[in-house]
């Protein structure tokens, strides 16, 4: 079975520039997160979504970050403009159904985002 | 806020012998419990997971350990192998919350 794909693995940008990060989750896959990982911490929650909808988007830095899964597949992040502070690995994860307790989630490689 | 973190942010053991990362959280309502392992470069792979009405739950090597009454969890690895190392979290969730990860025990295995 294909794990969570993540796309670019790698950015470098400078600050006041636009980024966007892509994540195509494990086939049947209902729910898709975003975390954000700054080094040496564990992961954080940016958005979830259960199929094209919104779960959860309250540690979402609104005002730069944004994500859509149009479809209820794929999904796309991206963060416009880039502050140093966002210098981070960003995670797409998945999970077969939704917040509901032992559902497990699958990592993807993660995005690691430079920002000069 | 709530938090969930871990004692020691390194362990360095010797092949063979067992492991065991340690992890505090503080939210008592807390039902969930999950450990994950994350290589360089990757993303972070479940480990073993156990709810808050069991005390301890075994998988392959590893073994999970819950104590309610101090708010403790931790993951032991016997006979650790170089391939066991990682960086190890632990995180909790609650019904309707989403998951909630420590900062992470880098975990040493030398020869």
């Known amino acids: 079975e294909a794990g969570v794909a993540q796309s670019p693995r790698y950015k470098i940008i400078e600050k006041r520039q636009s980024v966007a990060f892509w994540c195509n989750p494990i086939?049947?896959?209902?729910?898709l997160y975003w975390y954000q990982q700054i080094l040496g911490q564990g992961p954080k929650l940016l958005i979830q979504?259960?199929?094209?909808?919104?779960?959860?988007d309250s540690q979402l830095p609104k005002d730069r970050f944004s994500a859509e899964r149009l479809k209820g597949v794929d999904s796309t992040l991206k963060i416009q403009p880039a502050k140093l502070e966002d210098s981070a690995v960003y995670l797409c994860a998945s999970s077969p159904r939704g917040a509901a307790l032992g559902n497990e989630q699958f990592f993807g490689p993660g995005t690691r985002l430079t920002v000069l | 806020g709530e938090s969930v973190g871990l004692h020691l942010p390194t362990l360095s053991v010797q092949e063979g012998d067992n492991s065991i990362i340690n992890c505090a959280y503080s939210n008592s309502a807390s039902d969930y419990f999950i450990w994950y392992k994350q290589e360089s470069g990757k993303g972070p792979q479940f480990i073993i997971d156990i709810r808050s009405n069991m005390d301890k739950r075994q998988g392959q090597r590893v073994t999970v350990l819950l104590n309610k009454t101090v708010k403790h969890l931790s993951l032991q690895i016997a006979a650790t192998q170089p391939g066991d190392s990682a960086v190890y979290f632990c995180a909790e969730n609650r019904s309707g919350y989403a998951l909630n990860f420590g900062k992470g025990t880098s975990l040493l295995v030398t020869p």
């Open positions: 086939s049947g896959h209902a729910t």
């Open positions: 979504f259960q199929n094209n909808g919104v779960v959860d």
